[in-house]
């Protein structure tokens, strides 16, 4: 039983292009975040729902959108992509304020 | 901007001996938690640290807090090349995680 899934595990595309990734989890957690790892493995919070509520947002480029659908899913649109987003993007999920548990992560590559 | 610090970046260690992972962290939160990572792959859950002195075990590896130094600790006893990982500390501020840089660890037979 997976807890929290992503889709794609893996994501290549180029310069430009609008990509999105999927989030999905199964613990009945009422809150979803998206995590950014870059190649120094320093991992950063872009978003957070609560209830399909956005309550935080961090100082990312609004390039990034974060979409749910309902309180099972969070998936992230990315626009106009730039070499920069490369990375890996984790997805997190909690009930209330307990640990979060992570999703496998999507390693995008921008070329 | 909440800073969490950890050190070592990079450990190298013989098996059968013993290391701390040091964390510091510039804000006032009571809750900490200790995440493993292993290449390629996502993030474990080791331990959820929520007051001050709370201190918990597991197997090899055992965490402490202590909130007003702004301080957690993650003890390695007796190394094994299974616990060659990555481990990353993370405050939480507001129901937000700020990790630390991370700490990789390499057990040496």
């Known amino acids: 039983d997976t807890a929290v899934s992503q889709t794609p595990k893996y994501l290549v595309t180029q310069m430009g292009n609008d990509k999105s990734i999927k989030c999905e989890q199964n613990?009945?957690?009422?809150?979803m975040y998206w995590y950014k790892q870059d190649s120094k493995k320093f991992l950063k919070i872009m978003f957070s729902?609560?209830?399909?509520?956005?309550?935080i947002n961090e100082t990312v480029p609004n390039r990034f959108s974060p979409k749910s659908p309902d309180k099972a899913h969070l998936n992230l649109h990315i626009n106009s992509l730039e070499l920069g987003d490369s990375a890996v993007y984790f997805c997190?999920?909690?009930?209330?304020?307990?640990?979060?548990?992570f999703g496998p992560g999507t390693r995008l590559t921008v070329t | 901007e909440l800073k969490v610090e950890q050190n070592p970046l990079f450990l190298s260690m013989q098996e059968g001996k013993n290391y701390t992972i040091y964390c510091n962290y510039s804000?006032?939160?009571?809750?900490l938690y200790w995440y493993r990572q292993d290449p390629g792959k996502s993030l474990e859950s080791l331990f959820v640290?929520?007051?001050?002195?709370a201190v918990k075990q597991e197997g090899r590896l055992m965490a402490s807090l202590d909130t007003k130094a702004r301080l957690s600790t993650l003890h390695i006893t007796a190394a094994v090349h299974d616990l060659s990982a990555t481990y990353f500390c993370?405050?939480?501020?507001?129901?937000?995680?700020?990790f630390g840089t991370g700490t990789r660890l390499t057990v040496i037979p």
């Open positions: 613990l009945g957690h009422d809150t």
């Open positions: 729902y609560n209830n399909k509520e956005l309550i």
């Open positions: 993370a405050v939480d501020e507001a129901n937000n995680l700020f």
């Open positions: 804000t006032t939160s009571d809750r």
């Open positions: 997190a999920s909690s009930h209330l304020s307990y640990e979060q548990y």
């Open positions: 640290l929520l007051s001050n002195g």
